[in-house]
């Protein structure tokens, strides 16, 4: 196991509180969360490709990290407009 | 000494990115948790990246590596400012059709 996927590995960790934030406080706490778990799983693929020695591996960090800008805004603007 | 840069480089990444978790989950207020959110779209990823590039140098997993750390950095500050906004508008009792600007007729 090298140093990248240790990282990932470690990564990981930072799920439980956001999930706990996600399941316990107010909607938009929980968007914001979500917003902060989008790139903390973009930090782990980015991780997980070069752990795997994978470049290729890296367009689904760019995929992810585009998805969860776009999921941040729809989220944003719903709540918004409750 | 490139391994050590590189761990040493991770380590911090990893650790930016865990204390701006705890801190999302420990603050009282969606302000408060936005704050540690925008923070957790540039430290960690920055020194993540860092750590890759002296592993890669600009090669082609770098560049992409860059690129996807700058959607990051210049894409996310957009979403924290409009949930900051929706969370105002939530704070101040504003909806679609009461707004400032007059909304539905």
Redesign the interface.
Known sequence: MN??ET?AL??I??????G??CLRE?E??G???L??AG??T??VL??L??GYHR?IY??V??VC??V??IS??V???F???? | MENILVDVLLAAGVAAELVCCLGVAVMRDVYDRLHYASAGTSVGPFLVLAALLVREGLASQGLEAIAVVALLFLANPLVVHAIARAARRIDAGETASSGPQGGEV
């Open positions: 140093a990248f990282a470690a990564l960790a930072g799920f439980v509180p956001l706990w934030v107010r938009l706490d968007v914001v969360a917003e902060l790139v903390v973009t930090l980015i991780c490709a070069e470049g890296l367009g960090a760019v990290s585009a969860t800008w941040g805004f989220f944003a603007r709540f918004g407009r409750l």
